[in-house]
């Protein structure tokens, strides 16, 4: 209930911002790419670093004329965990791709050539396939001497995916310059916090939460249409 009454809160403000239909407005349509930094939150922890990976989509924008709008998106977006073995050559990822679709709020400030912004919002992911890079064979590591002389858990690495639907908030600031009236460009560093675990959490499993979290960074362009 906590999570649901959280998502609420940020999707209250869309909601709000579609029904104000009283101004004339402007839309804009474009696209963007960038690099993602992304972990899963596993409780009890995990020995783990952020994965790097890769995020591009497109976007739609209506903005209001008293500097408010909505900006929805279709993206890729790559996530997972990476193990931190410290000093180990070991080498273990896990990583997702997923096609997003957030819907966010968009508040921005400024004069006619550069704008600051900042974005809020959830989030809807389904996840289209994963994939694990690892340099040892994982699915033996509870008999590798290493792993036996160490505390960390391993259950994680032979873990298949429980949840392919996924669900979160987003939250981002940024800056667009505006080319000409119909071309702007827009630098964005968005957190995104997911609500779902991807691996099972009943009390009989290891894991009481295994939920993602991601940072990204991206160009984008826009084109205005309106």
Same mark, same amino acid.
């Given at each position: 209930m906590r999570r649901l009454a959280l998502l609420l809160t940020v999707l209250l403000p869309s909601l709000l911002a579609m029904s104000q239909t009283h101004y004339e407005g402007t839309i804009a349509v474009g696209g963007k790419g960038g690099a993602s930094l992304s972990r899963v939150n596993f409780n009890p922890t995990v020995q783990?670093?952020?994965?790097?990976?890769?995020?591009?989509?497109?976007?739609? #924008?209506? /903005? %209001?004329?008293r500097n408010f709008g909505i900006v929805a998106e279709l993206n890729l977006t790559q996530r997972g965990w990476k193990e931190n073995f410290e000093e180990s050559?070991?080498?273990?990822?896990?990583?997702?791709t997923y096609l997003e679709l957030p819907i966010i709020t968009?508040?921005?400030?400024?004069?006619?050539?550069?704008?600051?912004?900042?974005?809020?919002?959830p989030e809807i992911n389904v996840m289209l396939g994963d994939g694990?890079?690892?340099?040892?064979?994982?699915?033996d590591a509870e008999n590798m001497e290493y792993f036996i002389n160490d505390t #960390?858990? /391993? %259950?994680q690495m032979t873990m298949n995916v429980h949840n392919k639907l996924d669900y979160g908030i987003?939250?981002?600031?940024?800056?667009?310059?505006?080319l000409n009236p119909k071309h702007s460009l827009l630098l964005e560093g968005r957190f995104y916090y997911g609500l779902t675990d991807v691996?099972?959490?009943?009390?009989?499993?290891?894991?009481?939460?295994?939920?993602?979290?991601?940072?990204?960074?991206?160009l984008g362009y826009f084109y205005r249409l309106k």
């Open positions: 783990q670093v952020f994965l790097p990976g890769v995020t591009a989509g497109v976007m739609f #924008r209506y /903005i %209001e004329e050559d070991y080498n273990y990822s896990h990583r997702f968009h508040i921005f400030f400024g004069n006619q050539r550069v704008k600051g912004f900042f974005n809020l919002g694990i890079k690892s340099n040892f064979t994982y699915t #960390r858990h /391993i %259950e987003c939250a981002g600031a940024g800056m667009e310059v505006n691996f099972p959490n009943h009390k009989t499993d290891m894991f009481s939460s295994s939920n993602s979290m991601s940072i990204t960074v991206t």
